[in-house]
């Protein structure tokens, strides 16, 4: 399955990003899929993750501010960003089962 990332961008603290992660088949309807990010230096991390059926779990940095949902009939994932913050700016990759998308850069800057 190949994966692509969208909606990343420059925005200023406090802004808000919306990242989509369209996928090529139907496959990740039956994964539990998650967004992981990379900072520069530092390792990937994951940043949330959402199963079949919609539950979700973020790591603590990021709750209250960021919301994963998926929408399985078009095989699509999203990852609403809000009350960004300087320390948020990484690339962002989706993953479903072992494949990953090619990442899409957020940066958060005045």
């Known amino acids: 399955v190949q994966l692509v990332e969208s909606g990343g961008g420059l925005v200023q603290p406090g802004g808000s990003l919306r990242l989509s992660c369209a996928a090529s088949g139907s496959i990740c309807s039956i994964y539990v899929m998650g967004w992981y990010r990379q900072a520069p230096g530092k390792q990937r991390e994951l940043v949330g993750s959402?199963?079949?059926?919609?539950?979700?779990n973020y790591r603590d940095s990021v709750k209250g501010r960021f919301t994963i949902s998926r929408d399985n009939a078009k095989n699509t994932m999203y990852l609403q960003m809000n009350s960004l913050k300087p320390e948020d700016t990484a690339v962002y990759y989706c993953m479903c089962g072992s494949s990953w998308g090619q990442g899409t850069q957020v940066t958060i800057s005045s």
């Open positions: 959402i199963t079949i059926g919609g539950s979700t």
